[in-house]
Structures are given as C-alpha cells and as structure tokens.
C-alpha cells in the first residue's frame, strides 16, 4: 500500500498520516513507519468501538466525563 498511488490509496494513507499525529513534508511520502503508527492508531480505534458494540450513547457519555474531567484539553473533539 505504501507505494500504491491509486486515489483510495492516497485518501486511505493521508488518514494513517492524520492519525500518526506525525507530519511528513509537503511533497514527501509517508514512511512505512509513519503509516504503521497510524494502522495501530486505527486498530485500537476498532478494538474499543467493538468492545462498546459502537454504542453513540457511551461515546457521549465518555465525552462528557472527558469535558468534565479535562475542559482544558478540550478543542471541539
């Protein structure tokens, strides 16, 4: 995939970049590095929504406890 340059390919790895929390260059491919970091990312994302059985009601609920708990951290998550 890291070489791949199909327009699903391309939308696929800039969401691995964003959820890397890395920045590659303007230009510049992902390394497989940086891509990895994001698979991880994502897959403990499907592990937890699985987990919950990707209930909106407990979702809302951990963001309000998040709100409440960290309101300096909050950015319109």
Do not use: H
């Amino acid at each position: 995939m890291q070489t791949s340059e199909d327009a699903e390919s391309e939308a696929f790895k800039s969401v691995l970049v964003r959820l890397s929390g890395r920045r590659v260059g303007r230009g510049r491919s992902p390394s497989a590095g940086v891509l990895l970091s994001g698979l991880f990312v994502l897959l403990q994302m499907f592990d937890f929504l699985t987990q919950i059985n990707f209930d909106l009601s407990k979702i809302a609920q951990l963001k309000t406890t998040f709100d409440k708990l960290m309101p300096a951290l909050r950015k319109d998550v």
